[in-house]
C-alpha cells in the first residue's frame, strides 16, 4: 500500500507539473539525466528484455553519482527497484519482459545538493496491439445525433468583432461569440462558445483549420498560419469571452472553473464535455458561413485535449476532411479498470465505485476510443513514448480503433510538449492535404 500510495503521489506531482499545456521544449536543468531503451526505436517484442540506459551530467560532462531507479508500468506501482552508482557517467539498468502489449517505464532519481531530479525513459512492448478497454454504448450513435439535432434547432447567432490591434498587413483578426447549447442544469438559456478568428485579408476562398484547446482556461490571438492563405478558427471551450485580460483565466482556473474536466459526471447528458464537444460542432456551423471559406477544406487539430477534440469533432462531423492530433486525452479511461494507465483526466486511477456508480457508463459516451472508431478521413498524429498525462498506452489504445487512413510519427523522447519541428510537420501535413499539393 505505501508503494501504491507513493506511485501515486508522484503522479500527482509530475501531473501539476504539466498543468499548463505547452509545445515548447522544456528548459534544461543543472542535473541533466538522459536514458533510453537500448533498443534503437524504442520497442520490443514478446519474450525480449527491455533494457535502458542511463547517463548523467552536470555543466555538460558527465557525472558519477548514485541514481535510484524504479521500473514497471506506466503510472503503475513498481514492479522493480534498485540503486546504482555510475561510472564514467553511465549506467545500463536490466529492465523486465511483458507478456502482453504495453509499456516499460523506467524512472531516474538523482539527489544533488538537497535537489531531486527526475527523469524517466519508456519501452514499447508490440504496441500495435493495444486494444482498448472502454466499451462501445448501444445507443452511442443515437445519443450524439440527438445532441446534434438539439443544436441544430438552435440559430448560430454569431457576434464578430474585428481586433484591429491584432491585425497585421495580411490579415484580419475578429473575436468571434456563437450559441451553443444549454448548459444542464440551467435556467437562462443557451450557452455561449467563443474563439478567434485570423483569415487572410487577401481576396479569395480558402481552406479553413479549426483548431481545438488543451486543457486549461486562457486566451488566445492572432494566428499566423493565415499568412499562408488558410483560414484558422481557434476556439475556447468553457463559454467566456477569449480575449480577456490573462488574470481572468488565472483566477477562474484555480476557481470556478478548476477540475472542470469532471464536473457533472453523474449523467451523460449533463457531463461537462457535452457542452464542449456541441461547441465544435458549432464552430464548424459557424465556419460555412464565411464568405471567404472554400465551402469544402475543412481541417481540425490540437494538442491533449485538443487532440481528443480533433479526433472527436472528425468523428461527430463529416464536414471534417482531415485531421492531426497530437497526444490525445481522454483516450481508454478506463484503463485502470484493468490494471493499466488509462487516459487524462485520469478520473480512474483512485476511484470510488460505490460513491460513483455511473461514471462508467458516462464516460463511455465522451471516450476518444469510440470516436476514433467512427472516423472515416485522413488523420495524422503524433505523440512521445515518456507522456505522463497521456500515456502513450491510451493513446495506442484509440489509434488502434482506427480504420480511417493514418499516420502516426512518433517523437519517441518527448513527453507532454512537442519539438517545434514535430509541429511543424503537423502543420506541413495539413496545408498540403487542405491544398491538394
Known amino acids: 500500500m505505501k508503494i501504491f500510495k507513493r506511485t501515486i503521489l508522484l503522479s500527482i506531482i509530475l501531473q501539476l507539473s504539466f498543468i499548463c499545456i505547452v ?31 542511463v547517463s548523467v551530467f552536470k555543466n555538460g560532462q558527465a557525472f558519477d553519482t548514485e541514481i535510484h531507479y524504479e521500473l514497471g508500468l506506466e503510472r503503475m506501482p513498481f514492479l522493480k527497484k534498485g540503486d546504482i552508482t555510475l561510472k564514467k557517467g553511465t549506467a545500463k539498468i536490466k529492465g523486465i519482459k511483458l507478456k502482453t502489449p504495453g509499456f516499460v517505464r523506467c524512472t531516474i532519481t538523482v539527489e544533488y545538493n538537497g535537489e531531486k531530479y527526475y527523469k524517466w525513459g519508456t519501452a514499447g512492448f508490440e504496441p500495435e496491439k493495444i486494444k482498448p478497454t472502454v466499451k462501445m454504448p448501444n445507443d452511442f450513435d443515437e445519443f450524439w445525433t440527438s445532441a446534434k439535432k438539439e443544436l441544430s434547432e438552435i440559430p448560430i447567432d454569431a457576434i464578430v468583432t474585428l481586433k484591429p490591434e491584432l491585425c497585421t498587413a495580411d490579415i484580419n483578426v475578429y473575436h468571434v461569440n456563437l450559441q451553443n447549447i444549454k448548459m444542464p442544469l440551467s435556467w437562462r438559456g443557451t450557452s455561449r462558445f467563443f474563439g478567434m478568428l485570423s483569415v487572410p485579408k487577401k481576396p479569395g476562398k480558402y481552406p479553413t483549420i479549426l483548431e481545438v484547446p488543451g486543457a486549461g482556461i486562457r486566451s488566445y490571438g492572432r494566428d499566423d498560419r493565415a499568412a499562408k492563405e488558410v483560414i484558422v478558427f481557434k476556439v475556447g471551450i468553457h463559454g467566456i469571452p477569449v480575449d480577456m485580460d490573462e488574470n481572468v483565466y488565472k483566477s477562474l482556473a484555480t476557481g470556478s472553473l478548476a477540475g472542470y474536466e469532471r464536473f457533472n459526471l453523474r449523467s451523460k447528458d449533463d457531463y461537462y464535455y457535452k457542452r464542449v464537444y456541441m461547441g465544435c460542432v458549432r464552430a464548424i456551423d459557424f465556419i460555412y458561413t464565411l464568405p471567404e471559406f472554400d465551402g469544402e477544406n475543412l481541417a481540425v487539430t490540437g494538442g491533449s485535449q485538443g487532440g481528443a477534440l480533433s479526433i472527436v469533432t472528425a468523428g461527430l462531423d463529416n464536414r471534417v476532411k482531415y485531421l492531426a492530433a497530437f ?111
Open 23 to 53: 509545445i515548447a521544449q522544456p528548459k534544461k536543468q543543472l542535473i541533466d539525466i538522459q536514458i533510453t531503451p537500448v533498443k534503437t526505436g524504442w520497442t520490443y517484442t514478446f519474450g525480449e528484455t527491455a533494457s535502458f540506459k
Open 327 to 437: 497526444y490525445p486525452a481522454l483516450s481508454d479511461l478506463t484503463g485502470y479498470l484493468h490494471g493499466r494507465a488509462g487516459g487524462w483526466p485520469h478520473m480512474y486511477q483512485v476511484y470510488n465505485k460505490k460513491e460513483n456508480p455511473n461514471w462508467i457508463t458516462t464516460t463511455s459516451y465522451y471516450d476518444v476510443v469510440n470516436f476514433a472508431k467512427k472516423l472515416k478521413v485522413p488523420g495524422w498524429y503524433s505523440w512521445g513514448y515518456n507522456d505522463h498525462i497521456c500515456p502513450p498506452t491510451s493513446m495506442f489504445s484509440a489509434y488502434n480503433s482506427i480504420t480511417a487512413p493514418k499516420e502516426l510519427y512518433p517523437y519517441f523522447e518527448t513527453e507532454h510538449w512537442t519539438y517545434p519541428e514535430q509541429w511543424d510537420e503537423g502543420t506541413n501535413w495539413l496545408l498540403e492535404k487542405l491544398k491538394k499539393k
